[in-house]
T-cell receptor, first 109, second 114 residues
Framework: AQRVTQPEKLLSVFKGAPVELKCNYS??????LFWYVQYSRQRLQLLLR??SRESIKGFTADLNKGETSFHLKKPFAQEEDSAMYYC???????????FGAGTRLAVHP | DTAVSQTPKYLVTQMGNDKSIKCEQN?????MYWYKQDSKKFLKIMFS???????INETVPNRFSPKSPDKAHLNLHINSLELGDSAVYFC?????????????FGPGTRLLVL
């Protein structure tokens, strides 16, 4: 079964602390994984996708096929990073995105 | 110059009513989607259309009926609204339906059923 698991509902850190938002997936084929971000009451925006290997707003994510993980990391959190983060897997053909439950990141001053 | 737009932004209505949410994209994309975000912020795909043809139809009550008059529009009509339909509904679009294209999301429509 295709599934995305984000085990943490809430991650609370202080400004300047490192951040790691966990994402594990279950998929039989070669996965295509994304991180989307939703700032307060705003639309979802693509943060990054593993195929492009970019670093956006200081965030990176590495696909680990052995651990079936795609954790999102940032070395120094900023208050403006506070948002809801969704890990998503492209599966089942037809560009169907399967989302994890989301992790709320709260960065405190 | 909004890429994916939805109307209305907010919708408050009584149980049993019928309502529609509209979505338009000006990106020239071929594929559009509807997602539901529930009160726990869980996001799930409902439907997808490619060039006006339904290609994804998840397990959604048949009170929900998508309609695509052209490839730039995908509307969602909901009959006999129930309390559990209260959620934020997001429209999205992508260039292709099968080639792992990035999806661009609309601002969402907050539906509250009383």
């Amino acid at each position: 079964a295709q599934r995305v698991t984000q085990p943490e509902k809430l991650l609370s850190v202080f400004k300047g602390a490192p951040v790691e938002l966990k994402c594990n997936y279950s998929y039989s084929g070669s996965p295509e994984l994304f991180w989307y971000v939703q700032y307060s009451r705003q639309r979802l925006q693509l943060l990054l996708r593993h195929i492009s290997r970019e670093s956006i707003k200081g965030f990176t994510a590495d696909l680990n096929k052995g651990e079936t993980s795609f954790h999102l990391k940032k070395p120094f959190a900023q208050e403006e990073d506070s948002a809801m983060y969704y890990c998503a897997l492209l599966g089942g053909g037809y560009n169907k995105l399967i989302f994890g439950a989301g992790t709320r990141l709260a960065v405190h001053p | 110059d909004t890429a994916v737009s939805q109307t209305p932004k907010y919708l408050v209505t009584q149980m049993g009513n019928d309502k529609s949410i509209k979505c338009e994209q000006n990106l020239g994309h071929d594929t559009m989607y509807w997602y539901k975000q529930d009160s726990k912020k869980f996001l799930k795909i409902m439907f997808s259309y490619n060039n006006k043809e339904l290609i994804i139809n998840e397990t959604v009550p048949n009170r929900f009926s998508p309609k695509s008059p052209d490839k730039a529009h995908l509307n969602l009509h909901i009959n006999s609204l129930e309390l559990g339909d209260s959620a934020v509904y997001f429209c999205a679009s992508s260039q292709e339906s099968y080639f792992q294209e990035t999806q661009y999301f609309g601002p969402g429509t907050r539906l509250l059923v009383l």
